[in-house]
């Protein structure tokens, strides 16, 4: 079972700006996909950013342009750049991990965007 951990979170501006992490218990290139969702209150989770194991990244529309997705591996971290935050990315932002039909989750870390 991998184990993934989020952190970074916290309650920031609109305008400003987090870096979330996800550190896992596996080497991060082992993984054909690493993805960062969301869940806002009475929404669906959704996809936010997907980065894969060629390094090829895709974002949603609503966050193009201000998140950036990236691993560090020395760190064995991929981490969520979000910039220019707004108050409709305030949400619980998971990590999501995928080798072949196989995937695992982190427990979430929340996000608030608000003034």
């Known amino acids: 079972q991998v184990q993934l951990v989020e952190s970074g979170g916290g309650l920031v501006q609109p305008g400003g700006s987090l870096r979330l992490s996800c550190s896992a218990s596996?080497?991060?290139?082992?993984?054909?996909?690493i993805g960062w969702y969301r869940q806002a209150p009475g929404k669906e989770r959704e996809l936010v950013a997907l980065i894969q194991l060629n390094g090829m990244s895709d974002y949603a529309d609503s966050v193009w342009g201000r998140f950036t997705i990236s691993r560090d591996g020395a760190k064995n971290t991929v981490d969520l750049q979000m910039n220019n935050l707004k108050s409709e990315d305030t949400a619980v932002y998971y990590c999501?991990?995928?080798?072949?039909?196989?995937?695992?989750w982190g427990q979430g870390i929340r996000v608030t965007v608000a003034s």
């Open positions: 596996e080497n991060i290139f082992f993984f054909n996909d």
């Open positions: 999501r991990t995928r080798i072949l039909s196989r995937t695992n």
